[in-house]
């Protein structure tokens, strides 16, 4: 059985904590795939919020 690499969990929790002030223990109990689920997320709304960003500099 491979074990999923301590550094890209920690990786994956600490930016999650970071952008959606979740606790610890609320993100380790995240199964691996709803976790990387969530990783595509936020980094899926942050492309978004940058894009408006460089949109309305254009103006």
Do not use: C, K, T
């Not at 999650?16 to 969530?38: C, G, N, P, Q």
């Amino acid at each position: 059985m491979m074990r999923y690499p301590a550094e890209a969990l920690w990786q994956e929790i600490a930016f999650l904590a970071y952008h959606l002030h979740w606790r610890l223990d609320d993100l380790l109990d995240l199964e691996h795939m709803d976790r990387v689920r969530m990783v595509r997320a936020v980094v899926s709304l942050n492309d978004r919020a940058w894009q408006a960003v460089r949109e309305y500099g254009q103006q």
